[in-house]
């Protein structure tokens, strides 16, 4: 074959492989350590350290565990994942009660875990936290 040119069939062959071959090892490098999970939500309890961290009326982001964790009241938690919705990555940061997705710009309410700005249109999944011996524990008990 070497000598003969391309043929149309042949190029458009190589160019669908590589396509291919590259979606291949973007869809590798999302299971990252901050990148999109397979499930978004814990699978097992998560020690998530002192519940007095969260502030009365705030929330604050473990982008490490993939959660948020809102505190309406004292005493009073509410937990999402922290996974956008859109396409998987991990929220950024939290600005004026709302939890910011890097790659897209979508925005989240923390304290509903409602999409607030697309492309995301689907809520932030909410996870079951409680308060053991002073710590947040998140996910199935």
């Given at each position: 074959?070497?000598?003969?040119?391309?043929?149309?069939?042949?190029?458009?062959?190589?160019?669908?492989?590589?396509?291919?071959?590259?979606?291949?090892?973007?869809?590798?490098?999302?299971?990252?350590?901050?990148?999109?999970?397979?499930?978004?939500?814990?699978?097992?309890?998560?020690?998530?350290g002192a519940a007095d961290e969260v502030?009365?009326?705030?929330?604050?982001?473990?982008?490490?565990?993939?959660?948020?964790?809102?505190?309406?009241?004292?005493?009073e938690y509410r937990a999402f994942s922290?996974?956008?919705?859109?396409?998987?990555?991990?929220?950024?940061?939290?600005?004026?009660?709302?939890?910011?997705?890097?790659?897209?710009?979508?925005?989240?309410?923390?304290?509903?875990?409602?999409?607030?700005?697309?492309?995301?249109?689907?809520?932030?999944?909410?996870?079951?936290?409680?308060?053991?011996?002073?710590?947040?524990?998140?996910?199935?008990?």
């Amino acid at each position: 074959m070497s000598g003969q040119p391309a043929t149309r069939r042949t190029v458009l062959k190589g160019a669908a492989l590589a396509g291919t071959a590259g979606l291949g090892v973007a869809a590798c490098s999302t299971e990252s350590k901050l990148g999109h999970a397979r499930t978004p939500t814990p699978t097992a309890p998560v020690d998530l350290g002192a519940a007095d961290e969260v502030p009365v009326g705030g929330a604050r982001l473990y982008r490490e565990q993939r959660l948020l964790v809102h505190r309406p009241a004292q005493g009073e938690y509410r937990a999402f994942s922290a996974q956008c919705t859109h396409a998987g990555c991990v929220l950024d940061k939290i600005e004026e009660q709302e939890g910011n997705c890097p790659c897209h710009g979508s925005r989240f309410d923390v304290t509903t875990g409602k999409a607030l700005k697309g492309p995301a249109t689907v809520p932030l999944p909410e996870v079951p936290v409680t308060v053991r011996n002073g710590k947040l524990i998140a996910g199935p008990q």
